[in-house]
């Protein structure tokens, strides 16, 4: 006798966690379909938002479009005189770094801007010089590239994880500054932007990756595993955002819960910030100061 299909299937091991929110004790269980009430309300407004709701979509893409064509103007500039520009999105899981470097990326020719999005460390890679993978995706003459995360891994990730050693990290925050000095003076333009969200808002596109079927390939083990850890990624970021915000090679930190908000500031903030031909200054309009912040003392 056939055994019955409940019983054929191995009972997946509930991911519910217990977690400790304003002084309040939640239990999250990412797998369950219904999003907690808890999450649902306070999602928006965590980390003290500024905003009540979104950017309107429609000015959303009519801004975005402008943004666009300037983006477009910025590499015939680039192609012409041969520079060279980076951009490093770093932020928390589901801060909204994809969607950003997407919404950069989207009309620029392919041939001259690229995404990096590195994998872990090969056996050879671990042997040497910890900036030595990323230094050989830098960008040559004319060319634009952005890091969906960047050697910043070790600032957040690798000691939070137990992926780095304690002096291995100390010594990163120590060459972190000196390393982005020689970028610089080798004449690369280099933004460094930190996409901040609260943490309600993190649980709420968790949860809502992990039952969308076309995204649900974006929800690692990893982001569960580091659901209990949100503290000690805070002290890490503010520890990097202090100590590698420098004058040369400053962090631009972006509050995310808007997605819409949060890309039209950051490609504004870079336009504003490249000396590019036909710059439409109008079209660019204004960076939002309740939005983009430079360095630490925004998010105090």
């Not at 999105?89 to 770094?97: L, Y």
Request: net charge neutral; glycine share 6%.
């Amino acid at each position: 006798m056939a055994a019955e299909p409940a019983a054929a299937e191995a009972k997946q091991e509930s991911r519910a966690v217990q977690l400790r929110i304003g002084g309040k004790s939640r239990v999250f269980d990412v797998d369950d379909p219904v999003l907690p009430k808890w999450i649902d309300d306070d999602a928006f407004s965590s980390d003290d938002y500024p905003y009540k709701k979104k950017l309107e979509e429609d000015a959303y893409e009519e801004t975005l479009t402008k943004l666009q064509v300037e983006l477009v103007k910025v590499q015939f500039w680039m192609q012409a005189t041969g520079k060279r520009v980076m951009a490093l999105f770093e932020g928390r899981d589901a801060a909204g770094k994809g969607g950003a470097i997407h919404a950069t990326m989207a009309y620029m020719n392919p041939r001259s801007a690229r995404v990096v999005a590195l994998t872990k460390p090969t056996e050879t890679e671990r042997g040497q010089w910890y900036f030595q993978r990323y230094v050989a995706t830098f960008p040559t003459a004319g060319e634009f590239v952005l890091f969906d995360r960047s050697w910043y891994n070790r600032a957040g990730v690798e000691p939070v994880m137990g992926f780095c050693t304690p002096e291995q990290y100390e010594h990163f925050l120590k060459q972190a500054p000196r390393f982005e000095k020689m970028i610089v003076h080798e004449d690369i333009q280099l933004f460094k932007f930190w996409l901040n969200i609260g943490r309600e808002m993190q649980l709420k596109r968790f949860h809502d990756r992990r039952h969308d079927p076309l995204k649900v390939w974006k929800l690692s083990p990893m982001d569960i595993a580091a659901l209990n850890k949100w503290d000690d990624y805070t002290e890490k970021r503010d520890r990097m955002l202090k100590e590698t915000h420098t004058d040369h090679a400053p962090w631009t930190v972006i509050r995310g819960n808007d997605k819409r908000r949060a890309r039209i500031n950051l490609i504004r903030h870079m336009l504003k910030n490249l000396d590019y031909d036909g710059k439409d200054k109008a079209a660019i309009g204004e960076v939002d100061d309740k939005i983009v912040g430079s360095g630490p003392g925004f998010l105090k």
